[in-house]
């Protein structure tokens, strides 16, 4: 019943930006956490940033590059990358859960991941 879908991957140069969208159906969106992970070949998913359903308090991995937003209007989660570099290539999840956590265990529903790959 639920599904998160995403969008907005792509090629782009080193240094160059993207936007990610991941929008939500089948939930009430308002009522959860929204989170971006990414998968790179050969390593375990891992944590980027999540932030809470009123959309006021976000968690990062470390990495002052990327932003997340949420519309809640829209039932659409955003990740905003800048700077981007070669090593953020990888596939981009968007998850939700009931908890602001950083582990795959703690969401509940993922979407089918995009494809973002830096290079020259």
């Known amino acids: 019943q639920v599904q998160l879908v995403e969008s907005g991957g792509g090629l782009v140069q080193p240094g160059g930006s993207l936007r990610l969208s991941c929008a939500a159906s089948g939930l009430t969106f308002s009522t959860y956490y929204m989170a971006w992970f990414r998968q790179a070949p050969g390593k375990e998913r891992e944590f980027v940033v999540a932030?809470?359903?009123?959309?006021?308090m976000t968690r990062y991995a470390g990495a002052a590059r990327f932003a997340i937003s949420r519309d809640n209007a829209k039932n659409t989660v955003y990740l905003q990358m800048n700077s981007l570099k070669p090593e953020d290539t990888a596939v981009y999840y968007c998850?939700?859960?009931?908890?602001?956590?950083?582990?795959?265990?703690?969401?509940?529903?993922w979407g089918q991941g995009t494809q973002v790959t830096v290079s020259s």
């Open positions: 932030v809470t359903g009123s959309g006021g």
């Open positions: 998850a939700a859960g009931r908890a602001d956590a950083t582990e795959t265990h703690r969401y509940d529903y």
